[in-house]
């Protein structure tokens, strides 16, 4: 690999994708890094995957509301089918991304960068690499939680893989992604809950 960039993206979320992208198509050299499988947390751990779950619940409850006024029939969420339509939709997105990005004439690394210095950076597998400009666009990692049983906890990447759904599950956090993924849950179907 070329030595020197013009600039070294490291997070290949959609911010991290877009910003390689743009400065490629200015003339950049421009190599882009990630140690997990590209399109990042909206497309493949959050948004989006959420989106195709929370349509099952939709779809439930949305029957639910019409009994008895025409439709037929206990709705229920099939949890392994959904989870493959889901993964219907993230499977390919890698390497989608990753053909994007070659279009664009960014260069594709894959592995943990480590800094080594102001203007360089080493990447397992591909040794050391200098540059001009780096930009870090890695995203965020859950704030481990300090109580008894908090290593009961799955984050909510985690519950986007459930092969699944836990009969009884409790929510900590009350912020918008906790309320959707238990409207997600809730509409499974009647009957599930003691």
Known sequence: MTNMLDLIVIGAGMAGITAAKKCS???WSVAIVDELPYGGTCALRGCDPKKMLRAGAEAVEAARLLA??????EARIDWPALMKHKESFTDPVPESMEEGLRQAGVRCLHGTARFTG????????HG??????ALIAAGAKPRP?????????????DFLNLPELPRRIVFVGDGYISFEFAHIAAGRGRGDYP
Request: glycine share 20%.
């Open 145 to 157: 939680l300090d109580f008894p049983g908090a290593d009961r906890l799955i984050a909510s990447t």
């Open 25 to 27: 198509n200015a003339g």
């Open 118 to 125: 102001e203007d360089r950076l080493e990447i397992g597998g």
């Open 68 to 73: 008895g006024k025409g439709v037929a029939g």
């Open 128 to 133: 050391e690499i200098t540059f001009r400009h």
